[in-house]
């Protein structure tokens, strides 16, 4: 697909392990995941991606939620992951229901922190920081503009999610509407909510209750 770029990745665990795929947040890159990654590598296989515009992959120019979900779906073909965990924090988490919903064989189950639900979100038009920055910056207010004005047909993806998904919600602290995070939760076939009432960044503020409420979803290795 010609909009398709090739990511980077960092990769760690048993290659033979079930695999764990984890997409990070806007601005951030899979730096995000690292406590994250070495603490599930002793019982997965790993794989975070830096999406497009971050991190070491390539600055296209061009953003969307659909483009970084065909861009993830991609890497999952080159590196034969059938079927894999996915866990998504914020940006990531959108990137990884509407993979789910296009190829629902690819996915075990969901892991969904703090991820905007599909309402407009009200959000101000981002101002651009002086400096240099470590992604590309026309990735933001692009990605902004969709979470203002989201697709009606991402409510219908999540219907038709039918792995289990878990939805970890920040609590009053977050930016993010808490009662459209449980109506998200409830919209997932399978899916149930937690809440970790920290604000939006809930697995690098309390990473041992996150790692918790994800090892309780997680099926026994």
């Keep these: 697909m010609a909009d398709q770029v090739r990511l980077a990745y960092r990769e760690s665990g048993d290659p033979e392990a079930p695999p764990l795929v984890l997409l990070h947040g806007l601005t951030s890159d899979g730096s995000a995941w690292d406590a994250v990654a070495a603490h599930f590598a002793g019982s997965h296989r790993v794989v975070v991606p830096d999406l497009r515009g971050h991190g070491r992959s390539p600055h296209p120019g061009t953003y969307s939620f659909e483009l970084m979900r065909d861009d993830v779906l991609a890497l999952a073909d080159e590196l034969d992951l059938e079927e894999a965990t996915f866990i998504g924090h914020s940006l990531g988490g959108v990137v990884a229901y509407l993979l789910a919903a296009r190829q629902p064989g690819r996915v075990a189950r969901l892991a969904l922190e703090e991820t905007p639900p599909p309402v407009p979100l009200g959000l101000p038009a981002p101002q651009r920081p002086p400096g240099p920055l470590g992604f590309d910056w026309a990735a933001r207010p692009a990605i902004v503009r969709q979470l203002n004005a989201p697709d009606p047909a991402w409510q219908d993806a999540q219907r038709t999610v039918q792995a289990p998904v878990l939805v970890i919600a920040g609590g009053p602290e977050s930016h993010l509407p808490q009662d459209e995070m449980a109506k998200m939760a409830a919209r997932f076939p399978k899916g149930r909510l937690v809440t970790i009432p ?15 409420a994800v090892h309780e979803f997680l099926p026994p290795p």
């Design 198 to 212: 920290t604000g939006h960044r809930v697995h690098a503020v309390r990473p041992e209750e996150f790692r918790a």
